[in-house]
């Protein structure tokens, strides 16, 4: 089954920078397509942005736009979110997900942990 895990959370200050990876465990895998969401305590899961496998298309949440940069390496089933100039309100556990079809179960991610300190 396929399984998909992310990295590179951690402690940063406000208006720094992180790169997040998540890397599918199949090289088979080939995602209708891959994102993000974030969730901090006692709030729901909210979208962060995704991107579309075969076409590219980008989407974000408005929180994130113009900060934020989704992307993808095909050859390594490998998609990452650049985000710049956080803020602490970007403090959250952060998701990623893969979906094979439009509207097909989203596997999940164990989450990592992004905290931005002022």
């Known amino acids: 089954q396929v399984q998909v895990g992310e990295s590179g959370g951690g402690l940063v200050q406000t208006g720094g920078s992180l790169r997040l990876s998540c890397v599918a465990s199949?090289?088979?895998?080939?995602?209708?397509?891959m994102g993000w969401f974030r969730q901090t305590p006692g709030k729901e899961r909210e979208f962060v942005a995704r991107i579309t496998w075969s076409s590219n298309v980008t989407a974000y949440a408005d929180s994130v736009k113009g900060r934020f940069t989704i992307s993808r390496d095909n050859a390594k089933n490998t998609v990452y979110l650049q985000m710049n100039s956080l803020e602490v309100e970007d403090t959250a556990v952060y998701y990623c997900?893969?979906?094979?079809?439009?509207?097909?179960?989203?596997?999940w991610g164990q989450g990592t942990q992004v905290t931005v300190s002022s």
């Open positions: 199949e090289r088979t895998f080939s995602p209708y397509s």
């Open positions: 997900y893969g979906r094979r079809s439009l509207r097909g179960v989203p596997i």
